[in-house]
């Protein structure tokens, strides 16, 4: 069975700083790994997702996530932290194949300060 | 393209009542999965459905259930409420072409569920 863990279930950066949010995956077989953000009373917006191919993936609103089969990781990055980048973030996983069922971390809430 | 919907987005009940929430895909999308999110327990994976069928079910009991239509609504049930049933409730919709897993899920503004 497949899990994702999210480390740090709240991170606050100042705004332009560098934004980090690690996620770490365990899966018996290749997994398609997803990053989505949500703001408040609102649903989820997918940022980036990695299925196969280069292992840098680059996302919506300046984001970034690298796959690491080594590390079982896939943290997500930003360079330079905005405002309107408050909000909770989730790592996610399936297992592959035809199974669309979605695995969440716990998430993390980026607080930006100004 | 209009987005996935929900409805309703705010719902209060009782104990032992039952309740029917309704998602309406993505114009084109085959796809729908229901999620459960609550502040305890994350976001957690209800059900799937494909041509009507649920293809997948997360481990939920079976006062939970759900139905999609043949133009790809869906809408799923809660019956016998209990207070921790309260929770958003998420619908998500994909197109269901090639990579399954690796498709995006795009998902709805929820339904706000509260059981008093």
């Known amino acids: 069975a497949q899990s994702v863990t999210q480390l740090g279930s709240h991170v606050s950066v100042s705004e332009g700083a560098l934004v980090l949010l690690r996620c770490n995956y365990s899966?018996?077989?290749?997994?398609?790994l997803f990053w989505y953000v949500q703001y408040p009373n609102q649903g989820l917006q997918l940022l980036l997702k990695y299925t196969t191919g280069a292992t840098l993936v680059k996302g919506i609103n300046g984001f970034e996530a690298e796959f690491k089969k080594s590390e079982t990781s896939f943290h997500l990055t930003k360079p330079s932290a905005h405002m309107s980048d408050a909000a909770e973030y989730f790592c996610?996983?399936?297992?592959?194949?035809?199974?669309?069922?979605?695995?969440f971390g716990s998430g993390t809430q980026l607080t930006v300060l100004p | 393209k209009a987005g996935v919907t929900q409805t309703p987005r705010y719902l209060i009940k009782t104990r032992g009542q039952q309740v029917t929430l309704s998602c309406s895909p993505i114009s084109g999308h085959r796809s729908v999965s229901w999620y459960q999110q609550t502040p305890g327990q994350g976001l957690q994976f209800l059900f799937e459905?494909?041509?009507?069928?649920?293809?997948n079910k997360g481990n939920f009991p079976g006062r939970f259930s759900g139905r999609q239509f043949s133009n790809s609504r869906s809408e799923m049930n809660v019956s016998t409420l209990e207070l921790g049933d309260s929770a958003l409730y998420l619908c998500a919709s994909s197109p269901s072409y090639g990579t399954g897993g690796g498709e995006t899920q795009y998902f709805g503004p929820g339904t706000r569920l509260l059981v008093l």
């Open positions: 899966s018996s077989v290749p997994p398609y």
């Open positions: 459905y494909f041509s009507e069928t649920q293809r």
């Open positions: 996610a996983v399936t297992r592959g194949g035809s199974a669309r069922q979605l695995t």
